[in-house]
């Protein structure tokens, strides 16, 4: 049964962070997410609470809940335009926030480590 919570946390946080691009995007007109003012305002709150809830129950690497949805939204970037030039400065951009929501999923483990001591 180990095997199957990194599996799940996995595909959750990357359905999570590829939709929200796709979704943010179209509710926003922009082609690109983060240039509509949702991305900021709602998506970023909303994948942090996400890594929160997923590193709640799986609280081992708690980081890389949060860093999924962000690697899943730079490949769906990517896949939209390929040619975008300001590429590198877009994933730099991923890992920092990335790194912003990895605070409230190091929240949540520690909290789901408490619960079930």
């Known amino acids: ?8 946390a996995t595909l959750t946080t990357a359905a999570v ?9 179209e ?5 690109e997410a983060w240039d509509s003012p949702i991305f900021f305002t709602i ?6 609470g996400i890594a929160a809830v997923v590193s709640f ?4 690497k708690p980081w ?22 300001l590429l590198p400065l877009g994933l730099v951009m991923f890992a920092i926030l990335g790194g912003i929501c990895s605070i409230p ?10 619960v079930r001591r």
């Open 43 to 48: 998506l970023m709150p909303a994948v942090a």
């Open 105 to 114: 999923a190091a929240v949540g483990a520690a909290i789901g480590r408490m």
């Open 64 to 85: 890389r809940w949060a860093m999924i949805p962000f690697g899943a939204q730079a490949l769906i970037a990517f896949l939209q335009n390929p040619g975008a030039n």
């Open 27 to 31: 509710v926003g007109n922009r082609r």
């Open 17 to 25: 962070g590829a939709a929200s691009w796709i979704y943010v995007a």
């Open 1 to 8: 049964m180990k095997f199957f919570e990194p599996l799940w």
């Open 57 to 60: 129950f799986v609280p081992e």
